[in-house]
């Protein structure tokens, strides 16, 4: 069965830098959801949309910027990266909202230099 | 506020035994959903055991099952004929009738054989 798929799952960047994660939710999913998960740390809720507009919004810093494209694949963009950006990003999805179980990907591990 | 509460950094357990990891949450909300996840090593975050609140009856999955107490805002997880794939980080979670999740601090299992 398809899983939710993200990439890159390892990404090493330098501080200040840009990063770019993806998330390819599981076919006719409809609602899709980052978490962040710090080393050590429960997952912290980002950001949430539904059906390509944004449902929901946690901690996420204002460097940070998301959005669902027409194909529901979903992108989380992260600028001015700082030390303590490093973490497992986690994206989510689930068809109905969280009831219906989110099925998560396995993660893109950033580490920021 | 709407917390999740996991009072048990770490457990452990002999093989085949039984085990219960602990969850407490607050919320003012009647309708939400409590959700029991499983982190193995490999980091992907893995649906355990999922609870609706409105219902009375326990849940139950093969050897993992709840213990559902509302009025005491109590989920606990029990864990039944322990094996060596169930050594994990344990997340209980609730959506708190909304969109995302929010995690408690997580129980490390580990598996003595």
């Known amino acids: 069965a398809a899983g939710v798929i993200q990439s890159p799952r390892h990404l090493i960047k330098e501080k200040r830098e840009t990063a770019t994660l993806k998330c390819y939710p599981i076919p006719r999913h409809d609602t899709v959801y980052w978490y962040q998960q710090g080393p050590g740390q429960d997952p912290q809720f980002l950001i949430s949309f539904y059906e390509k507009m944004q449902s929901d919004k946690g901690s996420i810093p204002d460097r940070f910027s998301a959005q669902q494209f027409s194909d529901y694949h979903s992108e989380l963009n992260m600028s001015s990266l700082e030390l303590g950006d490093s973490a497992l990003y986690f994206c989510?999805?689930?068809?109905?909202?969280?009831?219906?179980?989110?099925?998560f990907g396995e993660g893109s591990r950033l580490t920021v230099l | 506020a709407q917390t999740v509460t996991q009072s048990q950094p770490e457990m452990s357990v002999q093989e085949a035994e039984t085990v219960t990891l602990s969850c407490t949450y607050d919320?003012?909300?009647?309708?939400?959903?409590l959700f029991w996840y499983k982190q193995p090593p490999s980091r992907q975050m893995i649906l355990v055991i999922r609870q609706e609140a409105y219902k009375q009856q326990n849940a139950t999955e093969n050897r993992f099952s709840v213990n559902f107490q509302k009025a005491a805002k109590s989920f606990s997880l029990k864990i039944s004929d322990s094996q060596l794939g169930d050594a994990a980080m344990y997340f209980c979670?609730?959506?708190?009738?909304?969109?995302?999740?929010?995690f408690g601090t997580g129980t490390r299992l580990t598996i003595i054989p």
């Open positions: 919320t003012s909300e009647s309708d939400y959903y």
């Open positions: 979670a609730s959506n708190f009738g909304n969109e995302k999740l929010t």
């Open positions: 989510a999805s689930s068809l109905d909202g969280p009831a219906g179980e989110l099925f």
